[in-house]
């Protein structure tokens, strides 16, 4: 390789370094309980490939929340959990009408272990579902929720898993936040009834990686 060459090639090395630099974080078996393997061993869906950036990782964070809390970028498809030491993990999820229709600062006021179901009378029109539909993998809401209030005010939002994992890092019809299975349970696992949830407002964002932005040939720094 050439002098120009190798230089060329550390340059975007270090380019890349800066702007993105993450681990993927392990998705640990002990955060499934009996009842988590056994649901999951029985979706009524393949395992979806995620794509690359949309995996779990360990990222560096330079925005100033607190540890502890959730950050979504909806504009990115991205969920932040805001760690010490300017750190957070970041996870890839699926947006939809209502996730991008609600921005603000709200809390973590209950959470649910594979929950049920009652669509409202637009979401059974529109996805011709029942008035309840019982929990289980096959359940939209998927392995867990938790649902966001503004002081007493259920805001409507929500950040569940999902029974369309391929859609993760899509933006699509229906829903609030979904995430994998697997994601959903490992920060439920982290986030305790209180959490502050800061969902950005459109164009707000500044994640690292925006693959909309990427595709163009630019990033967020």
């Known amino acids: 390789m050439s002098i120009r060459g190798l ?48 995996r779990r990782h360990m990222v560096a964070y330079h925005r100033k929340e607190e540890p502890g809390t959730i950050v979504i970028d909806s504009d990115a498809r991205f969920l932040y959990y805001v760690l010490p030491g300017g750190k957070a993990i970041r996870y890839g999820v699926t947006v939809g009408e209502e996730a991008m229709a609600w921005s603000g600062v709200a809390k973590v006021e209950r959470k649910a272990e ?35 209030y503004e002081g007493n005010k259920d805001t409507l939002y929500r950040i569940h898993g999902t029974n369309q994992p391929e859609y993760i890092g899509q933006a699509i019809s229906s829903g609030c936040i979904r995430m994998t ?30 693959p909309r932005v990427a595709s163009s040939g630019s990033l967020f720094n």
């Not at 370094?17 to 974080?25: D, E, W, Y």
């Not at 669509?119 to 309840?132: C, K, L, S, W």
């Not at 920060?187 to 964002?205: D, E, I």
């Open 7 to 54: 230089v060329a090639l550390l340059g975007l090395g270090v380019m890349l370094g800066g702007c993105m630099q993450s681990t993927l974080s392990p998705s640990p078996e002990a955060n499934l309980t009996p009842r988590d393997k056994k649901l999951l061993a029985a979706a009524p869906y393949e395992k979806a490939v995620i794509p690359e950036p949309y």
């Open 114 to 148: 594979w929950p049920a179901w009652n669509p409202t009378a637009g979401e059974r029109q529109r996805m011709d579902v029942p008035a309840y539909v019982s929990p289980g993998p096959q359940n939209p809401m998927g392995a867990r929720a938790m649902y966001l």
């Open 181 to 210: 299975n697997e994601d959903v349970i490992d920060l439920y696992n982290r986030v305790k009834p209180g959490t502050v949830v800061v969902v950005l407002a459109p164009h707000q964002g500044d994640s690292p990686f925006n």
